[in-house]
Structure formats: C-alpha cells, structure tokens
C-alpha cells in the first residue's frame, strides 16, 4: 500500500524559504507512470495545485506560483521536495504532497495527510 | 486558465435523500479530464471519481460522475451518514485547477 507522508518546519519568516519533504513508502518513486505534486489549501479555502515532477526530471508549475517554486525529486531516499521562496502570510496553509497516476489521467490518487505550514515573524 | 464554479455551496439534505452538485467549466474540458474528491474536517482529500465517470478503487456505487464538455455532475444516490462532506472537482485537460468546493450538510 503506497502512502505519502509530508515533513518540514510549520513555522516560517516572511521573505524566506518553505522547504518540505513528502517521503513515498509502499512503491518505488522511479516506478513510472505516475507524477508527485504538491496541492495546498489555505485555512478554510479550496485547494490549489502548486506543481509536480516526473521522477525523469519534467515539471510543470501553477502559473501564478511558478517564479517562486522548484519541485524536486531523489530517488535514493524516494522522497520529493518543495522550496517556496520570498513567502508571505498568504503561503499561509495546509501542503499535502500527492500522487497522479496515469490510470487516472492525472487526478491524484494517493495523498499525504497534510502539514500546516504557518508564515509568521 | 480553465476556471471551475461549483454549484450549489452548501446543499441541505436528510440522510436517504439524492444528492446533485454541479461543476461548470468556463471552457471545454479535453478529454473529460474531471475528477472529483470528498474532503472531511482535518482530513486531506480523496479521490471519487475520475476522467468524468471512472469510480476510484474501493469507491462505492452510490457515487457517480457525469457530463462531457463543460458541464459536469456528481451524485450520491442516497447520502449515507459518512457522506456529508465538502466534495471538489478538479479539471486536469488544461494544466490543472480546482473549483471552490460544495458542502453537504445534514439538514
């Protein structure tokens, strides 16, 4: 059974860097067909995907993200990875890390249970 | 960008009854690239529905998609307890976006 489980500081300054790890357990992250994002959802508000990365190294970014994120992946410890740069209270928010499978087309199949992410002085 | 609106924002029902909710896209979605996800209070999101119509494993049959083009539709045949529920669709034909969510609620 695959599960994802997102790690990371819950407390950053304003102007820094939100760095978070989703580490994959249960299937290989090289295993192919399937591409890790990462979705998140401010306090009592819909969702909002950030971006994913193919394990052969494609991204793709949400547009209006896309200046500040780099999605990353290591395969040795099958782990995947955001940076946020420059955030303000508005990166204020829940971050799951997710799966997209090829057999769904792209809808995310597998979540993590989501990490609180506070941008605060 | 592709901009999803959900209808109703919150719907009332009684445990037994039907539930409709609707997603309309402001423009057509490629190859009915829609997907739809419940979301409980502190839990992350999970996978209904997708490619329109294609129930999730362990899914059961009392939810189903529907619809093509822009106008699309979830439905709970009859609301069992566990049900109620923010549910979000999710287009992913055109990069990818969310709409704002529905909430069923116990009347």
């Known amino acids: 059974q695959v599960q994802l489980q997102e790690s990371g500081p819950g407390l950053v300054k304003p102007s820094q860097t939100l760095s978070l790890t989703c580490t994959v357990s249960?299937?290989?992250?090289?295993?192919?067909?399937?591409?890790w994002s990462w979705i998140r959802q401010h306090p009592g508000k819909g969702l909002e995907w950030i971006g994913y990365?193919?394990?052969?190294?494609?991204?793709d970014y949400n547009p209006s993200l896309k200046s500040r994120v780099t999605i990353s992946i290591d395969t040795s410890k099958n782990q995947f990875s955001l940076k946020l740069t420059s955030v303000t209270a508005a990166d204020t928010a829940v971050y799951y890390c997710?799966?997209?499978?090829?057999?769904?087309?792209?809808?995310?199949?597998?979540w993590g249970q989501g990490t609180m992410v506070t941008v605060s002085s | 960008e592709i901009v999803l609106t959900q209808s109703p924002g919150t719907l009332s029902l009684s445990p037994g009854e039907r539930a409709t909710l609707s997603c309309r896209a402001s423009?057509?979605?490629?190859?009915?690239?829609l997907a739809w996800y419940q979301q409980k209070p502190g839990q992350a999101p999970r996978l209904l529905i997708y490619?329109?119509?294609g129930r999730a494993t362990g899914i059961p049959d009392r939810f189903s998609g529907s619809g093509s083009g822009t106008d699309f539709t979830l439905t709970i045949s009859r609301l069992d307890p566990e049900d109620f529920a923010v549910y979000y669709c999710?287009?992913?034909?055109?990069?990818?976006?969310f709409g704002g969510g529905t909430k069923v609620e116990i009347k």
């Open positions: 423009q057509s979605v490629t190859s009915n690239s």
């Open positions: 249960g299937d290989s992250i090289s295993s192919g067909g399937y591409y």
């Open positions: 490619y329109a119509s």
């Open positions: 990365m193919y394990y052969r190294g494609s991204t």
């Open positions: 997710a799966r997209e499978a090829d057999t769904t087309g792209g809808a995310f199949d597998i």
């Open positions: 999710q287009q992913y034909g055109s990069s990818l976006t």
